[in-house]
């Protein structure tokens, strides 16, 4: 029931290949030279790099981790590359889209990262949420002064959480111990559990989390500990841990609260008409982990969908009083919501920079044509967690299938992505370097890359550095929904935590990413896709962009000898 959150002890695959043990030193430490700092930050880029690559060396989606970069990364990082960002963005955070769909999307107010988190107060879900499983749930936390904290759960049987179908009532104690020094702008935490309840609020609910119980030897034990069905009391409270009792059948039902390992709060201020504005308090937790059964051992580098002040919270946000009034017995049910059928069309954008595992920054502008189904998007990658610093630029384009509903996960559609054309933008010196190190024949053909210039990759396949492979299939699930103010949401399937892509039926998600919001109204039925607009370059000498660092030659012309070893 103790689960400590320590420094990874698994070697990154660049410090297997270089024996580069002396990089883990923090950027924070005084003590450490600009030169040696320059390198542990790009170190910390390249974490994304040490989850396990794919299985049968399956290519990541536009969006995913980039496993095949991890030769060239090598490279860089043994050179010591300096990591002065050449950005294409202005001294702000508003990236250049299209004018009407700038990212992130406009009217955005300031936002402040409290560092350390002040959790002290009650926490709630804004809406109905969905898990990896999938699971329908509802959140209430508390946090105490004195680092206890007591947790409701609210599971549901549908996904607008309108028919709960059990509680869980979580007591224990939570530390916050340092920044953490793999996910930019988090925190780092330890838990321990003092209690795990259980309430079940119908038969079903009860035989659902029996027949989960007996998949397993130690849960077949844990689930004669319930009751049989036909004894099922209203409001009766069953014990999944005690530390004093020294039982636990936590890890039988697949349960963890390691999202608590992981932490970063938010504030902004909302405008409200007729009236100052309204502070906002976010607490972003850690992600869930797709495959339900690396829980028990997965340790979060992303978030899930936001939690917010039940005394600070956006308005209007009909489900934060119901939750925040609700415990064990009185469980949230949320107000009546309308399916909306899914209707492809517009633009769609991020509506601020989103943090996906093993440490990945980045924004999405999708372009859907409903008369035809084709699509285009534009995955803008960063080095860090305000969206500041880009990377590289990735366009890519295709087509889907007409979607059919979900019969697995209720209120979502299932569809087929084809992407068959890509473009790739490098948005500083690192990502360029590495390009022009790897071989012609795996990204864009011959040519040298340049900083904020964009190259079409699709005659090559894809870009192997990036991991983007071409043409490539992904198995989707779609959702949209009207937030409180009316305004459209786009929900997009989650992608798998281990960085592949969903590339087969199996493998399709089961719950979503952060939604996108429409920013351009819908789809003109024009005669064919819009034409492609490239991302304005860089400006030097004082524009849009701080001047370039330049790169040491002598040692670039070694790495490119060391390449070819590789």
């Known amino acids: 029931s103790t689960y400590n959150y320590q420094q990874p002890g698994r070697v990154s695959a660049c410090e297997r290949r270089g024996g580069l043990r002396t990089l883990a030193t923090s950027s924070r430490d005084p003590a450490v030279t600009p030169a040696s700092a320059a390198a542990g930050e790009l170190r910390a880029r390249l974490l994304s790099i040490t989850v396990e690559a794919p299985r049968g060396g399956r290519p990541a989606s536009p969006d995913g981790m980039p496993t095949a970069m991890l030769p060239y990364a090598c490279v860089l990082v043994l050179l010591g590359a300096r990591t002065t960002e050449a950005t294409g963005t202005a001294r702000g955070s508003r990236l250049h889209w299209e004018p009407r769909c700038q990212q992130p999307a406009p009217s955005r107010a300031p936002v402040t990262v409290l560092l350390p988190p002040r959790l002290d107060g009650p926490w709630v879900s804004t809406g109905c949420e969905v898990r990896p499983g999938p699971e329908f749930l509802t959140r209430s936390y508390t946090f105490y002064p004195n680092r206890l904290f007591r947790a409701y759960q609210f599971y549901y049987r549908d996904p607008f959480c309108r028919e709960p179908a059990h509680s869980l009532l979580i007591k224990g104690k939570v530390r916050l111990r340092r920044a953490s020094w793999v996910t930019r702008g988090a925190t780092e935490a330890d838990y321990h559990l003092h209690k795990v309840g259980i309430v079940f609020h119908s038969r079903h609910g009860l035989l659902d989390v029996t027949r989960s119980l007996n998949q397993t030897r130690a849960g077949q034990?844990?689930?004669?500990?319930?009751?049989?069905?036909?004894?099922?009391?209203?409001?009766?409270?069953?014990?999944?841990?005690?530390?004093?009792?020294?039982?636990?059948?936590?890890?039988?039902?697949?349960?963890?609260?390691?999202?608590?390992?992981?932490?970063?709060?938010?504030?902004?201020?909302?405008?409200?008409?007729?009236?100052?504005?309204?502070?906002?308090?976010?607490?972003?937790?850690?992600?869930?982990?797709?495959?339900?059964?690396?829980?028990?051992?997965?340790?979060?580098?992303?978030?899930?969908?936001?939690?917010?002040?039940?005394?600070?919270?956006?308005?209007?946000?009909?489900?934060?009083?119901?939750?925040?009034?609700?415990?064990?017995?009185?469980?949230?049910?949320?107000?009546?919501?309308?399916?909306?059928?899914?209707?492809?069309?517009?633009?769609?954008?991020?509506?601020?920079?989103?943090?996906?595992?093993?440490?990945?920054?980045?924004?999405?502008?999708?372009?859907?044509?409903?008369?035809?189904?084709?699509?285009?998007?534009?995955?803008?990658?960063?080095?860090?967690?305000?969206?500041?610093?880009?990377?590289?630029?990735?366009?890519?384009?295709?087509?889907?299938?007409?979607?059919?509903?979900?019969?697995?996960?209720?209120?979502?559609?299932?569809?087929?992505?084809?992407?068959?054309?890509?473009?790739?933008?490098?948005m500083d010196q690192v990502t360029t370097a590495m390009l022009n190190f790897s071989e012609p024949s795996s990204c864009g053909g011959a040519g040298a890359w340049s900083l904020g210039t964009e190259r079409d990759v699709t005659a090559t396949n894809g870009c192997l550095p990036l991991g983007i492979r071409l043409p490539h299939v992904e198995y989707e699930l779609f959702k949209m929904e009207l937030d409180p103010l009316g305004q459209s949401l786009l929900f997009i399937g989650q992608r798998p935590t281990d960085g592949s892509s969903p590339n087969t039926p199996e493998k399709r998600p089961t719950s979503y990413q952060a939604p996108l919001v429409l920013c351009d109204g819908v789809a003109e039925a024009v005669s064919g896709p819009l034409q492609h607009r490239p991302l304005p370059k860089p400006l030097r000498g004082g524009g849009l962009c701080p001047p370039a660092a330049p790169l040491p030659v002598l040692p670039l012309a070694l790495g490119l000898a060391f390449l070819k070893g590789l």
């Open 221 to 426: 034990d844990c689930a004669q500990r319930l009751p049989p069905a036909r004894a099922w009391l209203p409001g009766a409270l069953y014990e999944l841990l005690s530390a004093r009792a020294k039982q636990d059948c936590t890890e039988a039902l697949g349960f963890t609260m390691h999202e608590l390992s992981l932490v970063r709060m938010l504030r902004h201020l909302q405008p409200q008409p007729r009236a100052g504005p309204r502070l906002v308090e976010e607490l972003y937790l850690g992600d869930i982990h797709t495959d339900r059964g690396e829980r028990r051992h997965y340790r979060p580098t992303g978030y899930q969908r936001p939690l917010q002040s039940a005394l600070h919270h956006a308005r209007p946000c009909p489900a934060c009083g119901l939750i925040a009034r609700s415990d064990e017995h009185h469980p949230p049910v949320l107000p009546p919501q309308a399916a909306l059928p899914l209707r492809l069309g517009g633009r769609w954008v991020s509506p601020g920079c989103e943090v996906r595992p093993a440490v990945l920054f980045l924004t999405r502008l999708f372009t859907f044509h409903g008369h035809n189904r084709s699509w285009e998007g534009y995955y803008r990658h960063f080095s860090d967690p305000a969206c500041r610093q880009p990377t590289f630029t990735v366009y890519a384009a295709g087509r889907y299938t007409r979607g059919r509903p979900s019969s697995k996960v209720l209120g979502g559609t299932e569809l087929v992505f084809q992407v068959t054309r890509a473009r790739v933008t490098p």
